[in-house]
C-alpha cells in the first residue's frame, strides 16, 4: 500500500531562491531512487511573507519510505538543507480523506471532498449488508455487520477512493484561469 508524506521546512530569511533551486534538484533526483513514486514541491504563495516550504511524496510502501530515509540521496539532503533552514523538518504522514485528496496545491474544498467520500460510500453502504445478508442469512447480525464494514473500509481505501479521486481531479481541484 502506498505510503504519503507531507514534510514542511521553514527557510532562513535570504535563502528562499538556493533552497528552492536545491529543493527542485533534490526532488529531480529523488526520482531515480527506486523507491519513490511521486512527489511535489509546496512553495510559500508569491508576495506571501510566509518562508514555509514543503513536499508532498509517495513511495510504494513502508519498507521503500524507510530505504529512502536512509539512502545517501537523503542524507546529503539532509546536510544541505539545514544549512538553508530553521528548526527541524515536520514529518506527517497523510492517512484517510487527506490521502486520497493529496495534492500539490490546496486541498479542495471540503464540501468536494464530501460529496466524493458519499459518492463513494453510498453504493457500498446500500449494496454490501444486503448481498452478505443474502448470501450468508445464518450469521450473527453483529458479526455479518463487522464484516460488512469491514469490506467497505477496504473497498474505499484500496479501490473506490483512489480511482473516484483520479476520475474527479479536475472537478476537486480545477486549475486556476489564466486573464487572456
Known sequence: MPV???ITRRVRPGYEAEF????REFLRASFEHSAVIGAHMLVP???????????LRSFRNHEEREAFYASP???EWERRAVQMTDGEPEYRQL???EAWFRSPAAPPPRWKMAVVTFAGVYPLTSLLPRLFARLLPAWHPLLLNIVVTGLIVAALTWAIMPVLTRILRGWLMPRKRTSP
Open 95 to 97: 492517512h484517510g480523506l
Open 45 to 55: 504563495l508569491p508576495g506571501s511573507d510566509s518562508r514555509e516550504y514543503g513536499i
Open 4 to 6: 504519503h508524506i507531507a
Open 20 to 23: 528552492e533551486r536545491s529543493l
Open 73 to 75: 540521496l537523503f542524507r
